[in-house]
């Protein structure tokens, strides 16, 4: 009740922003961002595109991968007509595909820039089922996988970075609140009873799935950077709730209908882009690792999402379903019997959950 409260009212917390805070605001802090080189993934559009044109403003060089390379030209040319000086790099990148993902990590790596900040915000809702090209339920691939295989991938070159400049790096992973809505099960379970067609697709519970896997991640990866003694944290944020292309699949007059109603709860893009932003870059932020974040500051997952087990499990099986060369295998992820099987020598060319 005090929360939903402090969110109307839009309350300072004690990062001295709240719900009502803009990107623009609370990296006001941040100071000059010319020596950061920043991947933001979904920069075409919403809450990505706000959290591109603030870092751009700041002066940080950045590298906008997407799925259709037009749209990336064009955020370029909106990004360039507000900061001419603008550094934008695009690239080519379906995070739905695992070899899209390694084919723009060897194109980013080509390009021998440094990585200060990796920011994993891209994510789509599906209202129908459908399997990615590796034979992963897509929002599943899209919204974590991808993410995870990216970061992993980009992870030594982000520690060789902080190393070499002194400057902290930072991972975010933009997730949501409604994480929480996938309770009482196991996520690895229950990936494989949906992939396999066991289960009925319920289009929110997949969305929902995707964004505790973003939270389970960070925890993870909070872990892991530890042990690797590398300057980098990784923190996760629910944006808040705002109207964006999320929902393209859903438009229509009973949403435009929900949206009107509640447009006084809503946040504005710019308000959605504020926490992704204030983790990214600011100083207060600095040190504060394997946290979730909301309206600026750091708030509680649900109980699942503060799992370690949970989040240790996720890993092992992603770092299972994403490695380049298996042989045909089955792995054994928790007690229930989680059985993945990977059809080709060549997890790249195709593998299934069974
Ligand atoms: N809007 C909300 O209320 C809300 C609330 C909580 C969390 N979030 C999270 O915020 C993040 C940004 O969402 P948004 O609301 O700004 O939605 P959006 O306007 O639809 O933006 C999503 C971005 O992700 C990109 N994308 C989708 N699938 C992709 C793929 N396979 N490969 C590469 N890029 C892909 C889209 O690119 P295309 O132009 O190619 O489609 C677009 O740039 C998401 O992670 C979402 O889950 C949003």
Redesign the pocket.
Known sequence: MLTSLRYLAGTAGPSGFGSRATAEEATAGAGDLRHVTAII????????AETARVLAKRGARLVL????LK?AEEARARLRAECPDADVVVLP????SLASVRRFVASFLDLGLPLNLLVN????YADRFALSEDGVEMTFA??YL?HFLLTRLLLEKMAETARASGFEGRIVN???T?HSWFAGDDAVGYLDRVTRRKIPYDPTRAYALS?LANVLHTRALAERLREMNANVTANCV?????R???I?DRDGLVTNTVFFLASKLLKTIPQ?AATTCYVAVHPAVAGVSGKYFADCNEASPSRLGASSEEAAKLWSFSENITAEKIQKMSVHVSAGGFRLQVQSSNADRGMALA
């Open positions: 993934t979904g920069a075409t559009s919403g809450i990505g991968p997407a799925r259709s749209a990148l379906d995070l739905s915000n891209a994510g789509k899209t919204n991808g933009v997730s949501s409604i964004k629910h944006p808040g709730i705002v964006t292309r999320l393209r959605a």
